[in-house]
């Protein structure tokens, strides 16, 4: 255990934390609706500070972020635990682990060490995802911490249930990047599938974007729960009222953990989605889950030129100077970086 930032006391031994939007307040020698952060003795705690249940090395485009260093390698860490507990979980099995086995599984893995194997790798940056980053923040704060020291950059995975003001107050000049899930734009699909609620995930992005991280958006469309017309243009409206140079990542949906209502996204529907975003007034939508289509290679808002081509995760071709267009030289929005 690690003892917990983001935290004050309540009434008698209890406290509430601070961290996420549930704000939750936890009695003596309970947790948290995450299930990785207790109160001991009046004290809140971390359970999964330095116990990475997973470690991989990804391509950055697998995150997905594509305006972010492309073609470059993360490495990528999580611990157990999630704050959110959605029905279509695609990595239930350690996101909802400490919640469904009772107790907390990772193998030690201090932030200097997670560094210095992202250096032997030759990994451009650190990727805290596969779960919620949100509930193991100490342990990403402090691994961000020794990861700039040595020029590597850090990157958020996140369904955005972090509190504006964690963000605002920590992660400008620390958090590089972050792809933020929008799961739905109704109230009536984040209570019943995901626990939560809709508002803390927009003032987020927005407050992501005004910290200056660099943010991408994935919604994953469900067929017959966020897939409708009316929701993708309301999706694509609120990015848009962000910067219209956000990208939006559409992507296929497979039935997962306890929701099996729906088969998988069709193709079309997702080449639709993307239509509407760019009609929204998006610059840049990506179709995702789906490799070998066009729509996920990345093309010049001014001129229409191809300047990065994609295959799945991997770059094909690079058309770009100095981060603008070869052919019309139009910047394109993002942090890249030439070779």
């Known amino acids: ?52 249940i997973a470690a991989n090395i990804d391509p950055i485009e697998k995150k997905p972020l594509f305006h972010f260093l492309p073609g470059s390698r993360s490495f990528s860490i999580a611990t157990v635990g999630c704050n959110l507990q959605c029905e279509f979980c695609q990595n239930s099995d ?13 193998r030690d893995f201090p932030p200097e060490d997670v560094v210095s194997e992202a250096q032997a ?19 990403v704060l402090d691994t961000a911490a020794i990861a700039k020291a040595g020029n590597i950059a850090n990157v958020l995975v996140t369904n955005g ?13 620390l958090i590089d990047a972050a792809n933020v899930d929008l799961k739905a734009f109704t109230e009536r699909f984040y209570k019943e599938l995901c626990k939560a609620r809709l508002k803390p995930v927009l003032d987020a992005i927005q407050t992501y974007h005004a910290a200056g991280v660099w943010i991408e958006v994935t919604t994953l469309m469900i067929p017959g729960e966020n897939d409708s017309a009316a929701e993708l243009k309301d999706i694509a409206a609120f990015i848009k ?99």
């Not at 004050?8 to 939750?24: D, E, I, S, T």
């Not at 350690?94 to 907390?104: A, C, D, L, V």
């Not at 760019?278 to 939508?285: D, S, T």
Request: proline share 5%.
């Open 121 to 139: 790798h030759h990994c451009a940056s650190i990727s805290y995802t596969y779960t919620e980053p949100t509930i193991y923040l100490e342990y």
């Open 241 to 339: 009222s962000v910067s219209e140079d956000i990208p939006w990542h559409v992507s296929r949906y497979y039935p997962r953990y306890h929701y099996d209502k729906a088969a998988p996204t069709s193709v079309d529907a997702l080449e639709q989605a993307r239509d509407i975003g760019l009609a929204e007034g998006l610059k840049f939508v990506y179709t995702g889950n789906v490799p070998g289509r066009a729509s996920e290679h990345t093309y010049c808002p001014r001129c229409g030129a191809m300047v990065i081509e994609r295959m799945g995760f991997s770059i094909q071709a690079r058309r770009m100077v100095d981060g603008c267009c070869a052919q019309c030289r139009t910047p394109i929005a993002g942090r890249f970086k030439e070779g």
């Open 94 to 106: 350690i996101s909802q682990y400490p919640r469904e086995e009772g107790r907390i599984t990772g």
């Open 1 to 52: 255990m690690r003892q917990a930032r983001f935290w004050k006391q309540h009434q008698g031994a209890a406290v509430q934390c601070r961290l996420c939007p549930h704000g939750c307040i936890i009695k003596e020698g309970h947790s948290g609706i995450c299930a990785v952060r207790r109160n001991e003795g009046g004290t809140l705690y971390s359970l999964v500070w330095g116990k990475a």
């Open 161 to 173: 249930y972090t509190t504006a003001d964690v963000i605002r107050d920590e992660f400008p000049g």
